[in-house]
């Protein structure tokens, strides 16, 4: 650090315990035999942050939906997905063993969006739309539920905030070390966008995919279900679709094939599952 300007060297000097706190971050969210419950996770930003956010978060679009007359309109749909949700959620003790005495919350958004999300700490929505214009067995609404679910369970939302949070910190320090500009930094930052953040978000999609997945099948819904939905889905789309590896999510045709492969090992569980299952229902509210 010789040669650099004081002021510098005293903002380098106090960023890096922050990067010694990245080391100490690391630790898997989930258990289970799938590498994609396994995996390290970088997680800087601490669950009850992310309780406070999402709590205000979902509030928020609550009462937007509220507001705007699209909240918990259709019964029927409201009614299904919760039984839906209902047989899904005592089986995420498979993968967290707190998870089946979390707060979830399911509601229904009456809006012609494919859409449908979890929040951290299983603050769901599903959006009407996906469930009519795809004409969605229940197979396949446990199939978005449970990717969903498992985005939730996977704390995908903590690990990009902390990720986002460290690549700020080391682009920040980096800048510093090397006396670069502004100007550099804010290049620096968008190529680690592409780079890093990305991929990542590709790779939590992947883990969604196979873990709710295995939920799903776990609670008695038939895994090939997923194939039929994104073929649906394809459909849908009508060749919209951006390049894979620009995406926050794989291709349309590459998320079959391996959803097909993954649907043909997860059938024991679906059969084992689906022979005497009596599980303890937790509703949803």
């Known amino acids: 650090m010789r040669g650099m300007n004081p002021l510098n060297r005293y903002r380098t000097w106090c960023m890096l315990p922050l990067l010694v706190g990245l080391l100490a971050g690391c630790a898997s ?3 289970g035999s799938s590498d994609a419950a396994q995996r390290q996770q970088l997680l800087l930003v601490s669950p ?3 309780d406070r956010m999402t709590a205000q978060a979902y509030a928020q679009s609550l009462r937007q939906a509220k507001r705007q007359g699209q909240l918990n309109q259709r019964l029927d749909v409201l009614a299904r997905v919760r039984r839906v949700a209902n047989r899904l959620i005592p ?3 498979a993968f967290r ?7 979830w919350e399911v509601n229904v958004i009456d809006h012609p969006d494919l859409n449908a999300w979890a929040m951290h700490g299983g603050k769901m929505a599903v959006y009407t739309g996906l469930v009519d214009k795809l004409q969605l067995t229940d197979d396949e609404l ?14 995908h939302s903590r690990e990009a905030m902390s990720q986002a949070l460290a690549t700020d910190l080391t682009i920040n320090l980096g800048v510093q070390l090397l006396g670069l500009g502004a ?4 290049m620096v930052s968008t190529g680690a966008d592409l780079m890093l953040r990305l991929p990542n978000s590709r790779r939590a999609e992947s883990e969604a995919d196979r873990l709710g997945l295995e939920l799903a099948a776990r609670s008695g819904f038939d ?31 590459q998320r079959v094939a391996e959803l097909s ?5 997860l059938l024991p569980v679906y059969r084992q599952a689906t022979s005497g299952r009596d599980p303890v229902v937790r509703r949803a509210p």
């Open 29 to 31: 969210t989930t258990q």
């Open 48 to 50: 009850q942050q992310m």
């Open 91 to 93: 089986a995420t003790g």
């Open 97 to 103: 063993a707190d998870a089946p005495g979390w707060a």
């Open 142 to 155: 446990a199939a978005i539920m449970g990717h969903e679910m498992a985005h939730a369970l996977r704390e």
């Open 183 to 186: 100007g550099v930094g804010d």
């Open 223 to 253: 895994p090939r279900a997923a194939v039929s939905l994104w073929q649906k889905m394809a459909a849908q789309s009508q060749g919209k679709q951006p390049p894979a590896w620009l995406s926050t999510h794989p291709s349309h045709s």
């Open 261 to 265: 492969a993954l649907a043909q090992q």
